[in-house]
């Protein structure tokens, strides 16, 4: 059974910091890029972070650069969203996404992300 588990979500105040974590199953993990996306209240879903299979990198969006890290473990099937200073602004539920080509595009959950004073 594919399973994408999202956990790590939370409450914190602007300057915070959360680690978000993915655990996949059912997958070939280290196959999939595995990436991350939110959605704010009224507000489209957006791409945060990727990582890609093989070479492991990395893209951002400008609005998380240098705040934002994303990782992956493939030997634990896990990926991960380390998020420092983190703002209002980045409110939102977290999805965790695999892709991999000619595959079906897999979604988790998500987790509740909540940045308040």
């Known amino acids: 059974q594919v399973q994408l588990v999202e956990s790590g979500g939370g409450s914190v105040q602007p300057g915070g910091s959360l680690r978000l974590s993915c655990a996949c199953s059912?997958?070939?993990?280290?196959?999939?890029?595995m990436s991350w996306y939110r959605q704010a209240p009224g507000k489209e879903r957006e791409l945060v972070a990727k990582?890609?299979?093989?070479?492991?990198?990395?893209d951002y969006a400008d609005s998380v650069k240098g705040r934002f890290a994303i990782s992956r473990d493939d030997d634990k099937r896990t990926v991960y969203l380390q998020m420092n200073n983190l703002k209002p602004g980045d409110t939102a539920v977290y999805y965790c996404?695999?892709?991999?080509?000619?595959?079906?595009?897999?979604w988790g959950q998500g987790t509740q992300v909540t940045v308040s004073s």
């Open positions: 996404n695999a892709q991999r080509s000619y595959q079906a595009v897999l």
């Open positions: 059912g997958i070939s993990f280290s196959m999939y890029t």
């Open positions: 990582i890609y299979s093989g070479d492991g990198i990395t």
